[in-house]
């Protein structure tokens, strides 16, 4: 039975380490006076913290334990959903980011307000707030009260995710995004050299590759499922994955604040990249420990338990406490970036279109007050996740009902020119009523099946919409993609060496994941 008990050394190495963290968030709101400031870091960030900030805000404590916990239970088909991302992430920098960046927007609904009217705007920015509060706010505070109470049995849920959320919300209430991101670059190299180190030591433990395919088969160590897998099945991989992922990289504030906060689009397009290489090696270091969980712990009650259990039964003092600081680098680094988003987007999509004329002083402090008010609702929230079958399902299958209307609506923005308010706002009410109804219909279906019926019944409902109501303004084609804008971009590309093409990039790291994919299907 493994103990689950901290040394002296790995609570003064976690101490340090927060002490550090927090620090570094005051540090950094001595430079933060404008609304710009806080919630853009004004507009300066290069491709390194961008990166780095992506891959430590997407990879959270629920990524660590959801993905090791449904490798445990499942197999290693839950990594299709960190290999696609390469996909979204290239897409993002192709088709969207030009628009996000030559708009200058600080929120991804301001975005469909220029392309559309305010009432997509204000629909979007409600639903992305709840969001990010019951998923990735209340998903990381559980994930980590989840290892914190094996240590400390005696201290109730709510307890912790309430001294957890407080810590993150120090620093982000402090600091803004520049803040979280300078925090977010340290915790994304705590996290890659911890998860590295748990499943380099869960291997040399299991001892041999036979003693893995002795308690596995050929399907659980397939990326590819049958159509009656009831946790990844491949049509649903194909139809349901791109819609959940390109809600999550290429229209959520939650992901994509850092990327509207870059100095200029190559920065932005060279950081998104490097986030989605990142990806790539996560099959090794954070899914595979959940198969060699199987040989060394074959009776765990629950996956969600794998990669705790692991911390404490295979490191030594010390060590422990750095995979420990790791772990807690994912809670903050999941925690400060939605706190920042819904702060963003309380502020600057309610307060400052109801009050334009507020000072750049007073924006910052309403910032600051949602940021504490969103802190206090995911505490509360997090320890309802507990009764839902896993981390993982729970925060897939929410995404499922509620993106696919947003996703239709941006979709159609920027690819179709006729699309206009009325249609976009048709498209984003019909898809969520129609997603309540599903939601409590006697229905078993797949939640990555719900997606693409949400998605094209909105899509269809923007489209009839569009058609019968007056066409955009023709100012909105700006907004729009097309075949003349690709060319213009390949002119610009032929003065620009190899090494720094982001479409040779893209492709060098798309031939990659496709290899590592390949060993596996």
Same mark, same amino acid.
């Given at each position: 039975?493994?103990?689950?008990?901290?040394?002296?050394?790995?609570?003064?190495?976690?101490?340090?380490?927060?002490?550090?963290?927090?620090?570094?968030?005051?540090?950094?709101?001595?430079?933060?006076?404008?609304?710009?400031?806080?919630?853009?870091?004004?507009?300066?960030?290069?491709?390194?913290?961008?990166?780095?900030?992506?891959?430590?805000?997407?990879?959270?404590?629920?990524?660590?334990?959801?993905? !090791?916990?449904?490798?445990?239970?499942?197999?290693?088909?839950?990594?299709?959903?960190?290999?696609?991302?390469?996909?979204?992430?290239?897409?993002?920098?192709?088709?969207?980011?030009?628009?996000?960046?030559?708009?200058?927007?600080?929120?991804?609904?301001?975005?469909?307000?220029?392309?559309?009217?305010?009432?997509?705007?204000?629909?979007?920015?409600?639903?992305?707030?709840?969001?990010?509060?019951?998923?990735?706010?209340?998903?990381?505070?559980?994930?980590?009260?989840?290892?914190?109470?094996?240590?400390?049995?005696?201290?109730?849920?709510?307890?912790?995710?309430?001294?957890?959320?407080?810590?993150?919300?120090?620093?982000?209430?402090?600091?803004?995004?520049?803040?979280?991101?300078?925090?977010?670059?340290?915790?994304?190299?705590?996290?890659?050299?911890?998860?590295?180190?748990?499943?380099?030591?869960?291997?040399?433990?299991?001892?041999?590759?036979?003693?893995?395919?002795?308690?596995?088969?050929?399907?659980?160590?397939?990326?590819?499922?049958?159509?009656?897998?009831?946790?990844?099945?491949?049509?649903?991989?194909?139809?349901?994955?791109?819609?959940?992922?390109?809600?999550?990289?290429?229209?959520?504030?939650?992901?994509?604040?850092?990327?509207?906060?870059?100095?200029?689009?190559?920065?932005?397009?060279?950081?998104?990249?490097?986030?989605?290489?990142?990806?790539?090696?996560?099959?090794?270091?954070?899914?595979?420990?959940?198969?060699? !969980?199987?040989?060394?712990?074959?009776?765990?009650?629950?996956?969600?338990?794998?990669?705790?259990?692991?911390?404490?039964?295979?490191?030594?003092?010390?060590?422990?406490?750095?995979?420990?600081?790791?772990?807690?680098?994912?809670?903050?680094?999941?925690?400060?970036?939605?706190?920042?988003?819904?702060?963003?987007?309380?502020?600057?999509?309610?307060?400052?279109?109801?009050?334009?004329?507020?000072?750049?002083?007073?924006?910052?402090?309403?910032?600051?007050?949602?940021?504490?008010?969103?802190?206090?609702?995911?505490?509360?929230?997090?320890?309802?996740?507990?009764?839902?079958?896993?981390?993982?399902?729970?925060?897939?299958?929410?995404?499922?009902?509620?993106?696919?209307?947003?996703?239709?609506?941006?979709?159609?923005?920027?690819?179709?020119?006729?699309?206009?308010?009325?249609?976009?706002?048709?498209?984003?009410?019909?898809?969520?009523?129609?997603?309540?109804?599903?939601?409590? !219909?006697?229905?078993?279906?797949?939640?990555?099946?719900?997606?693409?019926?949400?998605?094209?019944?909105?899509?269809?409902?923007?489209?009839?919409?569009?058609?019968?109501?007056?066409?955009?303004?023709?100012?909105?084609?700006?907004?729009?993609?097309?075949?003349?804008?690709?060319?213009?971009?390949?002119?610009?590309?032929?003065?620009?060496?190899?090494?720094?093409?982001?479409?040779?990039?893209?492709?060098?790291?798309?031939?990659?994941?496709?290899?590592?994919?390949?060993?596996?299907?």
């Amino acid at each position: 039975m493994t103990s689950f008990e901290l040394d002296t050394l790995d609570i003064i190495v976690i101490g340090v380490y927060l002490i550090g963290i927090v620090g570094i968030g005051f540090w950094v709101s001595r430079k933060t006076a404008s609304e710009e400031d806080y919630f853009l870091a004004g507009r300066s960030l290069t491709w390194p913290l961008i990166g780095l900030s992506l891959f430590a805000s997407n990879v959270s404590s629920s990524t660590l334990i959801g993905l !090791a916990g449904d490798a445990y239970t499942t197999g290693i088909a839950v990594y299709n959903y960190e290999w696609f991302a390469v996909i979204v992430l290239v897409f993002f920098i192709v088709f969207f980011l030009p628009f996000y960046l030559k708009t200058k927007i600080y929120t991804l609904p301001e975005f469909l307000e220029k392309r559309f009217d305010q009432r997509s705007r204000y629909y979007m920015s409600g639903i992305t707030v709840i969001g990010n509060i019951l998923l990735e706010t209340a998903g990381a505070l559980y994930a980590g009260a989840l290892v914190i109470n094996l240590v400390l049995p005696e201290v109730p849920m709510w307890q912790i995710t309430t001294v957890l959320a407080f810590i993150a919300g120090v620093y982000t209430i402090a600091g803004g995004l520049k803040a979280v991101v300078y925090t977010d670059a340290i915790q994304a190299v705590l996290l890659l050299i911890g998860s590295t180190m748990i499943a380099f030591i869960a291997f040399q433990k299991v001892g041999s590759w036979d003693a893995v395919l002795a308690v596995t088969t050929d399907r659980e160590l397939s990326l590819i499922q049958p159509l009656d897998d009831p946790a990844l099945p491949w049509l649903g991989l194909i139809v349901g994955l791109p819609l959940l992922g390109i809600y999550f990289w290429c229209s959520n504030q939650y992901m994509v604040q850092r990327t509207l906060a870059a100095k200029n689009l190559d920065e932005g397009r060279w950081g998104a990249l490097f986030a989605g290489l990142l990806k790539v090696p996560i099959l090794f270091i954070m899914v595979f420990p959940g198969v060699f !969980a199987r040989v060394l712990y074959p009776n765990l009650p629950k996956g969600d338990l794998v990669f705790p259990t692991m911390i404490f039964d295979l490191l030594p003092v010390g060590i422990r406490g750095l995979i420990l600081i790791a772990l807690i680098a994912a809670i903050m680094s999941s925690l400060d970036s939605t706190l920042n988003a819904v702060s963003t987007l309380v502020t600057m999509d309610w307060v400052k279109k109801l009050k334009p004329k507020m000072s750049s002083k007073n924006l910052v402090k309403v910032g600051r007050v949602a940021t504490g008010i969103v802190m206090i609702i995911g505490a509360l929230w997090a320890p309802q996740i507990s009764k839902f079958p896993s981390l993982w399902q729970y925060l897939q299958g929410v995404l499922a009902y509620i993106t696919p209307p947003i996703v239709a609506c941006f979709v159609l923005g920027v690819f179709w020119p006729r699309a206009n308010g009325t249609g976009a706002f048709s498209g984003l009410v019909f898809g969520f009523l129609t997603a309540i109804v599903l939601l409590f !219909a006697p229905l078993e279906l797949h939640f990555l099946y719900i997606a693409p019926i949400l998605f094209v019944l909105s899509l269809v409902t923007i489209v009839i919409g569009s058609l019968l109501t007056p066409a955009p303004p023709e100012s909105t084609r700006e907004l729009v993609w097309t075949a003349s804008m690709f060319r213009e971009d390949t002119e610009r590309l032929k003065g620009v060496v190899w090494w720094a093409n982001y479409r040779i990039q893209s492709i060098i790291l798309i031939a990659i994941t496709l290899v590592v994919v390949g060993l596996f299907v």
